[in-house]
């Protein structure tokens, strides 16, 4: 299991490291600037699904309640920023973050009914419930539009969704990172290891879940409103995707869960290897994915970044010194 | 409050699974600042009466007073931060986290909790030491621990939330006889330090020698209460618990 990285004496360390990771993902508001096309278009969705898989390890990671339906927030997000822009000609940028808010208070209705179920019981219920809602968006057809979906006025680019979509993901990996240092991510943790035993201490685990659960579906929201303007157009089977949960989720745990490196490492190279096998072998590119995903499993349970730490840790041990704690 | 005023009243408790009854009409007092054993064959109902106290069961009768206030039926966190702290027969860390993070836990969200985190992470250090915990073990994860680490670790979470009452689930359990001499005067110690306890225990010469007063439970229902020379002689714990009769020292 990976170390939590909360104790004493690490915290310069963690500073260190989320420091290295803001400088990096600073470093990607220069790309727009000298290209347009394909690779920021690449860029920017890499940065999408690494920001979803973050937000899913805020309540999946950190407190050990796997939400296999979490894609119901991105969708929730699009469809609060479909209705918002072509009923009531919202601004985009402004019905986004409202669409994080709806995602927000269906998370915290939503996760008073789910969050009282447990362990894959509680997965199966919120993938149910995605698709419950994605049912609603289908046949609602007075607010959703129904099957046909909902076209918005174009209205802003790829470069406006590269930078929104960027400051998303740097936002959910500051939360992220925020929670896991503060009492919240004490609660969270004890929670994912033993809930009836964090109860006799004193946490209120119902507030703290169902906090985590709002605050992850907050972002997921965001992701899916900037999604929906971005392409101009939303139906049921793009806004409830049940592919996003998948890709959420794979990328967390191929980077390693619980740790805010993880889902960025995950996201990254998940993506971006999603993106090559489909260019290079159109044909054969998932069963080269999932063969790949199985290695994974099989060989480094625990994340690339416990096993990049446990590198790290060797060569302090043979002389190689590298300050960061990740 | 005085010294040997009540200080937890479990009334006429009656808890059943199924048709199964794990607590018929139990009723004894805890005194402010004394140090209570609580024993009894396996199945007699002592945890599932701790698990009454602590709020993870609502008992299907009767009433648990704290200093005089019921708490019957409230969660867990609550009891907990109302001054209750309990240890696990089977040790319940939180494996994943560090040894020192399990006793932070117990600071941050228990009855003395407060907003510094840094001044809680001293706290946690300081218990370590006070319940003897190697120093050199503090980063290991709990899961990690031997079982003599663990207890102590479990008893130092649980004083981490500031309890004026421990319920302490066989800290002695599955220990060597060394071991149990060690663990015998941290419970004293912690005694000593101002806290009423309950313990449960099967290891009787401790057991006898610790203890000021001792409840038996059998078949879930309290067949005797007394001085540990008067339990040690009483016909119905020799049949239904004892099976010979052993010595109790004279105090």
Known sequence: ?326 | MALGEVHLRIENVTKRFGGLVALKDVSFALNKGELLGLIGPNGSGKTTLINVITGIYRPDGGRVLLNGGEITGLKPYKICRMGIGRTYQIPRLFSAMTALDNVVVGAIFGKGRKADLGEMRRKAAELLDFVDFPKLRREELAGKLTLMESKKLELARALATDPEILLADEPLGGLNPVEIDEAVELIRKIRDSGKTVLIIEHVMRAIMKLAERIVVLSHGAKIAEGEPREIANDEKVIEAYLGERIYAPSQ
């Open chain 1, 1 to 326: 299991m990976p170390k939590l990285g909360l104790a004493v004496g690490r915290e310069g360390a963690m500073k260190r490291s989320l420091m290295l990771i803001a400088l990096a993902l600073t470093l990607f508001l220069i790309p727009p600037i000298v290209e347009k096309g394909y690779y920021i278009n690449l860029l920017a969705i890499i940065f999408m699904y690494t920001a979803l898989a973050q937000s899913w390890n805020i309540i999946s990671g950190y407190s050990g309640y796997w939400s296999f339906g979490h894609y119901m927030f991105f969708g929730i997000g699009a469809y609060a920023v479909g209705i918002l822009v072509t009923k009531l000609s919202f601004d985009a940028y402004l019905a986004s973050v409202l669409g994080g808010l709806a995602s927000f208070l269906a998370a915290v209705f939503l996760g008073l009914i789910l969050l009282r179920i447990k362990g894959p019981y509680f997965a199966i219920s919120s993938l149910v419930m995605a698709e419950i809602l994605k049912v609603i968006a289908i046949n609602e057809e007075w607010l959703t539009g129904g099957g046909n979906g909902l076209i918005l006025p174009p209205r802003y680019a790829l470069r406006e969704f590269y930078y929104a979509i960027l400051l998303t993901l740097l936002a959910v990996t500051a939360i992220a990172y925020a929670i896991k240092r503060s009492s919240m991510g004490y609660a969270l943790f004890a929670i994912r290891d033993d809930e009836t035993a964090a109860e006799t201490y004193g946490i209120n685990s119902t507030k703290y879940k169902i906090l985590a659960f709002a605050i992850s579906a907050f972002f997921a929201g965001v992701a899916g409103g900037c999604f929906a303007w971005f392409v101009t157009y939303i139906d049921p089977y793009s806004a409830f995707d049940s592919t996003l949960a998948l890709m959420m989720i794979v990328s967390a745990v191929f980077g390693g869960i619980g740790t805010v490196m993880g889902p960025i490492i995950g996201g990254f190279v998940f993506t971006l290897l999603m993106e090559v096998l489909w260019v290079s072998f159109p044909y054969v590119y998932l069963i080269i994915l999932g063969a790949s995903l199985i290695l994974v499993m099989r060989f480094i349970p625990d994340g690339i970044v416990e096993r990049l730490v446990q590198i790290v840790q060797l060569m302090g041990k043979v002389g190689i010194k590298i300050p960061a704690r990740i």
